[in-house]
């Protein structure tokens, strides 16, 4: 059964309430008790959780008791709408066992309702055998979105290896759609786009063929922040994807974007993305595209080439002025070391733009972070391949964001590291 945490210390409400939310392990409602406030979990590890609050009582709590009855309290999510439509349908027991087994975690991305992959909490269980009718999905998508704008609910199995390079949750299974209701297998998988606004800019993708990472929206905001002299400079996204942080960089009105992705379905999204968001303003080109956006759906190995016959064809052969290279693949960038060096040493000019920043993505241990191991390495590797190349070139670490973790003590980091070329420094001088 569900734990609740018992609080006297109204000091402490804010903090145990943050720390669930987290972990996503907080459930509405938060309750009063004779003094005493009750915050509900979905933990179910008794000492666990008061290894965490060691200082507040933890005890079960029915889990059937959660809505209130008799009142306005409205639970928007699987778990209040299940026991509404059940509870004059079936027997207590039978309900019970029921609220046992609904999902509860999930994501909203219209027109999809995608649930967690969970063994326990999941619609696979044996339990719901001839309860999960279309009418049921129905009538959860319509008190989930009111506005009528989901209509697929959908399982997020895990990414099957074969699939994990481009990032294509090809194992997402959908379960339902309200326009093949009796046969959801009917419903065309190539037309399912979703969207979400994050930081004000659409994002657009097919969660059959591209996986979205939600968490990534506080990294994109730091670059929303941090980087103002994006504006009339050129940008390259070695790993551009749907344009995660390429769209980023385009809202803040670089000149230049060249980005590269291997999957087809992330630069048809990324191109739908521009159109949602209006393409920025930008004029379209003969090409089709918005001015100054230059999408290539292939290796980033073939970045220096891309930039030389732009250079040749659009630009009188002149240097561009690249501010950022943004190189974003998990688990380690490090496929992308050299062809950033590459492109900086053939295209970029430092006399205009004396200074470039890497944004290197990598997964990192947390005694790695702390013992400066993985900044060391990538610093040590960036500037080894220089060195060999006879360039000239200083990396500095600015800075490490650590973006999320998803394994105990991993964690997905973005080191931030300036290029200066020391023999054009030295020229100027
Ligand atoms: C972790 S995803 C992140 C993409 C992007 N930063 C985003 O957030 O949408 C990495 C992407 O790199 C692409 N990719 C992997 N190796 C590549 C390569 N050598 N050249 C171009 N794209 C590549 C994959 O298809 C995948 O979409």
Redesign the pocket.
């Known amino acids: 059964m569900p734990l609740e945490i018992v609080i006297d210390d109204n000091s402490r409400i804010k903090l145990i309430k943050t720390q669930l939310e987290k972990s996503n392990s907080f459930v509405k409602p938060i309750k009063k008790e004779s003094g005493s406030t009750i915050i509900r979990t979905n933990l179910d590890d008794i000492d666990q959780l008061s290894q965490y609050f060691p200082n507040e009582t933890i005890r079960s709590y029915e889990i059937d008791s959660i809505i209130e009855k008799n009142t306005n309290t409205m639970i928007h999510d699987i778990l209040g709408f299940t026991q509404m439509y059940f509870q004059d349908k079936l027997p207590v027991e039978k309900l019970n066992e029921l609220l046992e087994h609904v999902p509860l975690k999930y994501s909203i991305y219209p027109p999809i309702l995608l649930l967690n992959n969970s063994n326990k909490r999941s619609f696979d269980n044996d339990v719901w055998s001839g309860l999960l009718t279309p009418e049921y999905y129905h009538q959860l998508l319509k008190f989930l979105a009111s506005n009528g704008n989901l209509t697929v609910v959908a399982i997020n199995r895990p990414i099957l290896e074969e699939g994990n390079?481009?990032?294509k949750p090809y194992n997402l299974e959908i379960i339902y759609s309200m326009e093949y209701p009796n046969d959801p297998t009917k419903l065309s998988r190539n037309d399912l786009w979703c969207q979400v606004k994050q930081n004000g800019i659409w994002q657009v993708w097919n969660p059959i063929y591209?996986m979205f990472?939600r968490g990534?929206i506080k990294e994109k905001k730091r670059i929303l922040d941090t980087f103002p002299d994006v504006k009339n400079n050129d940008i390259v996204?070695?790993?551009?994807?749907?344009?995660?942080?390429s769209l980023s960089y385009l809202s803040m009105g670089c000149r230049n974007l060249f980005g590269?992705?291997?999957?087809s379905w992330?630069i048809e999204a990324f191109k739908r993305g521009l159109k949602c968001n209006k393409n920025f303003g930008k004029s379209i080109t003969n090409e089709g595209e918005p001015q100054g956006v230059h999408l290539y759906n292939e290796?980033?190995?073939m970045s220096d080439q891309r930039l030389g016959e732009f250079r040749a064809k659009n630009n009188n052969n002149a240097k561009l002025r690249i501010r950022h290279i943004?190189m974003?693949?998990?688990p380690s960038s490090e496929?992308g070391y050299p062809v950033a060096i590459e492109i900086l040493s053939h295209h970029h000019n430092w006399v205009e733009c004396p200074k470039v920043t890497l944004h290197v993505h990598e997964n990192a241990s947390i005694e790695e972070i702390n013992g400066n191991v993985i900044q060391d390495r990538v610093i040590s590797k960036l500037t080894h391949i220089a060195q060999v190349t006879k360039l000239n070139y200083q990396f500095q670490l600015i800075h490490l964001e650590k973006i999320k973790t998803f394994a105990p003590d991993v964690w997905h980091i973005c080191l931030d590291i300036d290029v200066v070329n020391a023999t054009t420094n030295h020229n100027i001088l």
Not at 260 to 263: A, D, I, P, S
């Open positions: 390079l481009l990032r591209t990472s990534n996204d070695l790993y551009c994807g749907i344009g995660y942080f590269f992705e291997l999957n992330s290796n980033n190995e943004n974003g693949l998990l496929q």
